[in-house]
């Protein structure tokens, strides 16, 4: 049996989903096939420095972190020609380097400063092509204004928001006079970039109004304020492809407004006594994880309470909103569907979703080891498309260059 790829998977790092990163990067550990791939943990602490050890693979380990980054090895990934490198650091003084060769890096990362595009963006620069969405959706899915704007012109339907800054917020009579001028209550106020609901209140008055703004403005210079559904029902839809292909998964209804990316291992296998069919399942314990956000049992309906053609649009529309920011790999969609009107909107996009949304294929007969396949495979027709494209040519304009104006 030849190991020939290498891959190093990235989790954790500076993000308020630091945790649920650790959760969603082990669960798919363990389902990556061992035996043809050579995976290589990477954990990313919360000040972004790199370790691996083989025992990242399990969750019992995160238990007491620091003394599992004592007994692990920091590491620094070097570019060169033609490979990238894991190297030792510090390095050694008079024995060999620790060094091996990486061929994808698997970033497995929610939530801002990790989610945002710049993990891709560093790990590409250092000649890693990684398996998922690179730097532009990844940036573009951060931010809620942003993003809005994008789907809009792509027919994709999102509530009509005020986007506001912090310059606008030193005048605040101006600011609340505007949104009331223009918005009925209630009103939801959310900062543009963070996750997990933090910042995020429905004011229903003035006074409520300039509490909510104050909050999300310590959390984000730029906020965003819209109608709030009063009459709430949240869809998520998965969608796994590239800017050839997708297809859409099974939706899912989130039954508590707390954070519900996470589908824990007790909740997917140990309620219904069924065992996963992995074979590293012995790896898959989640026990830490117990009472964390999000981990609480029966959080979610799947399929969604939803009728056959509301699922068809939700599912129709989740692959227009994949194709607009130019996702790859597995991308949650979440939408708000007003149960007073029967209005759909696309709430927010996560390209990088918890849990990889493994358990919104399932349901469709797609396991999550060959989701997993799906995932690589996508990357390494990604990477041999790249090879393909010039990115530089010959030019003698060195030869004769001048620099104007300066006289030094
Ligand atoms: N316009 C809205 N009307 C009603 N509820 C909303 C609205 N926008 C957000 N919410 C509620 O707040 C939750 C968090 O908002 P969301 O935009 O998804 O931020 P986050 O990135 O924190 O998940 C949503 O899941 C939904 O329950
Ligand atoms: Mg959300």
Redesign the pocket.
């Known amino acids: 049996m030849s190991m020939n790829i290498t891959i190093a998977v990235f989790f954790g790092g500076n993000s308020t989903e630091h945790e649920i990163s650790i959760i969603s990067a082990i669960q798919a550990m363990g389902y990556l096939d061992h035996e043809k791939y050579r995976i290589i943990p990477v954990y990313m602490t919360k000040q972004n420095l790199f370790y691996t050890h083989p025992d990242m693979e399990n969750i019992e380990s995160f238990r007491d972190i620091p003394a599992l980054l004592k007994r692990s090895r920091r590491v620094f990934f070097l570019k060169e020609v033609n490979r990238t490198l894991m190297i030792g650091y510090p390095l050694r003084r008079f024995s060999r380097q620790e060094e091996t060769a990486v061929d994808f890096a698997f970033p497995i990362v929610h939530g801002t400063n990790v989610e945002d595009g710049t993990l891709q963006g560093y790990l590409e620069t250092l000649g890693l092509p990684v398996i998922g969405p690179g730097v532009l959706p990844s940036a573009l899915g951060m931010d809620k204004a942003v993003m809005k704007s994008v789907f809009k012109d792509h027919g994709v339907p999102v509530l009509p928001c005020h986007v506001c800054t912090r310059k606008d917020w030193e005048d605040p009579e101006r600011l609340v006079g505007t949104l009331m001028d223009s918005l009925s209550w209630p009103v939801i106020v959310k900062p543009v970039n963070l996750?997990s609901?933090i910042g995020i209140t429905k004011a229903s008055d003035e006074a409520s109004l300039r509490e909510a703004l104050d909050l999300a403005f310590t959390f984000s210079e730029k906020v965003l304020v819209e109608r709030a559904i009063v009459r709430l029902k949240e869809v998520n839809c998965a969608v796994l492809g590239d800017y050839e292909e997708a297809q859409a998964s099974e939706c899912e209804e989130p039954l508590s407004s707390d954070e519900t990316t996470i589908l824990s291992f007790e909740d997917k296998y140990m309620s219904g006594g069924g065992k996963g069919g992995s074979k590293q399942s012995g790896s898959m314990k989640t026990g830490g994880a117990k009472g964390s956000k999000g981990m609480a049992s029966l959080q979610r309906r799947i399929p969604a309470d939803i009728s056959e053609e509301m699922r068809s649009r939700i599912r129709e529309t989740a692959i227009k909103a994949f194709h607009a920011l130019d996702c790859a790999g597995v991308a949650r969609i979440?939408f708000m569907i007003d149960e007073e009107t029967g209005e759909l909107f696309l709430?927010?996009i996560n390209t990088i979703p918890g849990s990889l949304s493994f358990y919104l294929w399932e349901p469709l007969g797609m396991p999550y080891p060959a989701l997993l396949e799906k995932l690589i495979a996508l990357a390494q027709k990604r990477a041999r498309e790249a090879q393909k494209t010039t990115t530089s040519f010959e030019t003698n304009i060195l030869a004769t260059a001048q620099i104007g104006g300066g006289k030094r």
């Open positions: 996750g609901s979440d709430n927010e």
